[in-house]
Structure formats: structure tokens, C-alpha cells
């Protein structure tokens, strides 16, 4: 006498992250052209802008969650704007904007000095 049990198998389709990629292009829209699906453990986009004068390097890849997390702790710029700025999102195609949001936080740090010189300028 045979007895079989039956098994019950559930799969689940789990997309892989997506994200856009580059190494080292100067435009954000040259960096969007290229796709990848993250393999497991990258969990996350990391878009990576390094600023020298008017020059700029744009590097987008999958990453870990730590490791970009990390990364954009250590990254800074300086007054001028020139260094090195790392961004970390966890959304298909995220980092779509990264470069955009470079020149965003330039102007957050330009705003106030503007605002502060012509608050002088008016008080003399």
C-alpha cells in the first residue's frame, strides 16, 4: 500500500528592484538610458554625483541599503558646491532625478547667503 501526501507549493513572484545605471557619464540624461534589475541583496539605487568646478561625474548602481546608506553619510560638498553628494532611494527607477537633485541642494545653499546679503545691502 502506497501513500502519498500532497504538498502545497506557494510562489510568490518577487520583482527585482529596478534601477537606472552608469559609470561615470555627465549628464543625468545619458545616466537614464540604461536599466538593470538589481540582484538579491542590492536592494537599493545609488546615484553618486561627484562636482569639481564646472565639471561632473554622474555614477548610478545598485547597491546594499548599507553600504549606500554609509556612503552618503561620508559624502559632503563644500560651499562652492564641489565635492561629493550620495543619494540612496529603494523605489523602481528612483533615481531617476539624481543629478536634479544636486543643483536643488546647490540652491539650498546659495538661497540663504543671497537673502542675507541683500538683507545687509538694505540695512546700510
Known amino acids: 500500500m502506497y501513500f502519498f501526501k500532497s504538498r502545497l507549493f ?18 543625468n540624461q545619458e545616466c537614464n538610458k540604461n536599466l538593470q534589475d538589481c540582484q538579491a541583496p542590492l536592494d537599493t539605487c545609488m546615484t553618486t554625483v561627484v562636482t569639481l568646478e564646472s565639471l ?16 552618503a553619510g561620508s559624502a ?3 560651499s562652492n ?3 561629493v553628494q550620495v543619494t ?4 523602481n ?3 531617476y532625478s539624481g543629478a536634479a537633485s544636486i543643483t536643488l541642494h546647490r ?14 545691502r538694505q540695512s546700510t
Request: proline share 2%; glycine share 4%.
Open 93 to 95: 527607477l528612483c533615481n
Open 88 to 91: 540612496c532611494c529603494n523605489s
Open 76 to 78: 559632503s560638498l563644500d
Open 107 to 120: 540652491w539650498l545653499l546659495v538661497l540663504p547667503l543671497l537673502l542675507i546679503t541683500l538683507l545687509f
Open 10 to 27: 506557494f510562489s510568490f513572484a518577487v520583482s527585482a528592484l529596478k534601477c537606472y545605471i552608469c559609470g561615470s557619464v555627465t549628464s
Open 56 to 71: 561632473t561625474a554622474i555614477v548610478k548602481t545598485c547597491s546594499h541599503s548599507k553600504v549606500c546608506t554609509s556612503a
Open 81 to 83: 558646491g564641489n565635492g
